[in-house]
């Protein structure tokens, strides 16, 4: 590809909205030139290619496509299914699935169509066949009412929030919090890994319809052979939600045990984290839950969105290619060398280290909380965000972690090297950061002291991190 048509394609883009409405424009111009400016280790951001983002900005926009491939409820869907059956058939070529489901906006979107499937599938059909009905429509009021009291009378088994599990996976603020009487496993206090014992006793104890695993800030591997086994003994669904980690599945570094597509009912993930698509969800199954997946529109979704389908396609297309394999590999590589950095140089960090993309330190090692630590960050230039920590003193909105994630800097191109002179930028800022006062005296959780000079330095320092490595190199604005 050219560095012309990269360039070509965007700065017109950028014309033809600017005469429209000039400060769209000049913002998505800002956009790139912070991205290309930020050492950015938000461990749920990537960077999309070139192709990806283009495949999103087009007419498939206009086109509405309820329904599946080749049955739609409008007429003139030939091209949307072009692209929604690539995107599903490079999906199970990528994953080894029986099933994929492209159409989820988001990944909050991609559990809704998982949980409702498995509750047509294990409370919905049944109550059908019970009642000799074909469809809901035809069964009568009474039927109805006792079968939508059964639906919402359901257990969900899922880690913990502070133990790095998801909102989306029964916790109350969410709506899978309140379909599901929700309990959560947490993490062993001593060592902070997956206890599969007490997972295990918990679901013999609260015998959930559906157990959940996958996470957002573990810094681990999880065993899917064996989730799946407790699952399998108290007669739970199981499902996956591999949101964060799909690349590192998709990149053959999560193989085995560690490969949630073999041993799950049903694998939920976004589409724009480390499997580094389009913003969106994907959900993935066995032959058994295929039907009752696809009716994810309407059932929880509207209208797909054709554009990012087409986008999802061109990304699956690119994650299957040899060099996906090698990019995720450096993923792991790269937040192994980040967490060895940081423990060198004496800081905390929740199960000692990592084997994932992510690294959670505990900054209460540094005296701070997690939003004192990342403002300090932010300010020296590092974009991180806080995030909860097992047992957190500080609850979740302070929280007394820094999560961060090496995606996005592997795909500029960022190696081991580079990391280690991270991990220094990062210990230098919050071990020189302290905890603020308030005005009665009290320690504060939000206000802290760091030098400017310092953030500075170290700012500039983080750019010449970055000077080796630009951000679409192949894209120039003016
Ligand atoms: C990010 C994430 C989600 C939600 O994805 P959105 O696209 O933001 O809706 C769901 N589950 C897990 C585990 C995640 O990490």
């Not at 883009?13 to 000039?22: G, K």
């Not at 300010?379 to 047992?391: K, Y």
Request: glycine share 10%.
């Amino acid at each position: 590809m050219s560095r012309n048509a990269e360039s070509t394609a965007f700065r017109s883009a950028l014309e033809v909205i600017r005469a429209v409405e000039p400060r769209v424009a000049d913002a998505i111009g800002a956009e790139l030139t912070d991205q290309r400016e930020s050492l950015k280790l938000i461990a749920s951001e990537n960077y999309a290619s070139p192709a990806t983002l283009l495949a999103m900005g087009n007419w498939f926009s206009d086109k509405y496509a309820e329904g599946t491939v080749g049955r739609r409820f409008y007429a003139g869907c030939q091209n949307v299914d072009t692209v929604e059956a690539l995107a599903a058939e490079h999906a199970r070529e990528l994953f080894g699935a029986a099933h994929a489901y492209v159409q989820p906006h988001s990944g909050i979107d991609a559990n809704l169509v998982a949980f409702w499937a498995i509750l047509a599938d294990r409370v919905e059909a049944p109550a059908l066949r019970r009642a000799q009905a074909r469809h809901v429509n035809d069964l009568s009021e009474a039927d109805w009412f006792a079968l939508r009291r059964e639906l919402g009378d359901q257990r969900m088994l899922g880690m913990s929030l502070d133990a790095g599990g998801h909102l989306t996976h029964g916790f109350r603020p969410n709506i899978s919090g309140k379909m599901f009487d929700q309990r959560s496993y947490g993490t062993d206090p001593a060592t902070g890994l997956v206890d599969y014992d007490r997972v295990a006793e918990a679901a013999r104890e609260f015998r959930p319809l559906v157990l959940v695993a996958g996470y957002s800030a573990y810094p681990r591997r999880v065993n899917f052979r064996i989730m799946r086994e407790i699952a399998d003994s108290v007669g739970a669904t199981f499902m996956v939600d591999m949101a964060h980690f799909a690349g590192l599945v998709a990149g053959k570094v999560f193989t085995g045990d560690f490969d949630p597509v073999p041993h799950a009912h049903i694998v939920t993930t976004t589409t724009h984290k480390s499997l580094r698509g389009p913003r969106g969800g994907m959900v993935l199954c066995g032959p058994e839950l295929a039907d009752q997946v696809d009716r994810g529109c309407p059932m929880v979704l509207g209208g797909p969105l054709p554009h990012v389908m087409a986008a999802k396609a061109v990304a699956l297309a690119e994650a299957r290619r040899p060099d996906f394999a090698d990019y995720a590999r450096r993923i792991v590589d790269n937040a192994q060398a980040l967490a060895d950095g940081l423990l060198r140089r004496g800081a905390k960090l929740v199960t000692g280290g990592t084997d994932n993309h992510l690294v959670l330190i505990d900054v209460t090692g540094y005296g701070l909380t997690g939003r004192q630590a990342e403002q300090a960050l932010l300010d020296s230039g590092i974009v991180t965000n806080r995030n909860a920590v097992p047992q957190d003193p500080n609850g979740a909105w302070y929280t007394s972690g820094i999560r961060i994630g090496t995606p996005a800097l592997t795909t500029r191109g960022l190696g081991t090297a580079e990391m280690d002179g991270t991990a220094e930028l990062i210990h230098t800022v919050l071990s020189q950061t302290t905890a603020g006062t308030n005005p009665d005296g009290t320690a504060s959780k939000a206000k802290y002291v760091l030098d400017p000079a310092l953030a500075d330095k170290v700012s500039r320092q983080a750019g010449e991190l970055l000077t080796g490595f630009p951000l679409y190199p192949d894209v120039e604005l003016s």
